[in-house]
């Protein structure tokens, strides 16, 4: 049961543009989020999180929006940079449970 | 580097035999946590470690798995009598806080 998921395998934006991948939970318990980066042959990164008492963080390029009533939140990169292709993915946690659930990931490829 | 390290990188066995993973988390973190993600997939689950006590365990954790994090330092993940389907990137994670994972690099297992 994938309780999270990334429902776009890969995405290709322009250099500057806004970049926009999305994912979708189905377990309401979850109440917090977080979207990690991963370059080939490394670890995932952690980016950024948000907690289910908000609808939007902000750090710096990077804001995650979330929205409880439809169990889907996105990242948003603006403007998007060549540095930032990589597989990004998001991931689910719930207090009182110490493993994160992981989305199968969204490739992002920025073009010059 | 005050990182996630984990020795060795990469793994090439035969199957039937057994490996030890190594993990180093950051060094503040007492939290620990093993990950497996196979091709297209995210990060999987498989145990968790508050200092030196196992608290949790994935059923994706079978008998041939073992998990070790003895004095809440480093921690080993053992493979035994290794099957093809074991190959995989095995991912450790730690933190101080249960949400916010810091990853490792990983290590590739190719059982052959």
């Known amino acids: 049961d994938q309780q999270v998921k990334q429902n776009s395998p890969s995405l290709s934006v322009q250099e500057g543009r806004i970049s926009i991948l999305n994912c979708d939970y189905t377990?309401?318990?979850?109440?917090?989020f977080l979207w990690y980066k991963k370059y080939p042959a490394e670890g995932p990164t952690f980016l950024i999180s948000i907690s289910s008492i908000k609808d939007k963080n902000e750090d710096g390029r990077f804001t995650v929006f979330l929205n409880k009533s439809a169990k889907h939140l996105s990242l948003h990169i603006v403007p998007s940079q060549p540095g930032d292709s990589a597989v990004y993915f998001c991931?689910?946690?719930?207090?009182?449970?110490?493993?994160?659930?992981f989305g199968q990931g969204t490739r992002l490829t920025i073009n010059p | 580097d005050t990182g996630v390290s984990q020795d060795p990188r990469h793994k090439i066995t035969k199957r039937g035999q057994n490996v030890t993973f190594r993990c180093d988390p950051i060094?503040?973190?007492?939290?620990l946590y093993w990950y497996r993600q196979t091709l297209g997939q995210g990060p999987e689950f498989l145990t968790y470690?508050?200092?030196?006590?196992?608290?949790?365990k994935s059923r994706l954790l079978s008998d041939r798995f073992s998990a070790e994090r003895p004095k809440g330092s480093f921690s080993t993940l053992e493979i035994q009598r290794t099957e093809q389907g074991d190959s995989a990137m095995y991912l450790c994670?730690?933190?101080?806080?249960?949400?916010?994972?810091?990853f490792g690099p990983g290590t590739r297992l190719t059982v052959t």
């Open positions: 991931a689910a946690s719930f207090q009182g449970a110490q493993k994160l659930v």
């Open positions: 377990n309401s318990m979850f109440d917090y």
């Open positions: 060094s503040e973190h007492n939290r």
């Open positions: 470690f508050q200092n030196e006590a196992q608290l949790e």
């Open positions: 994670a730690s933190s101080r806080e249960p949400d916010e994972q810091y």
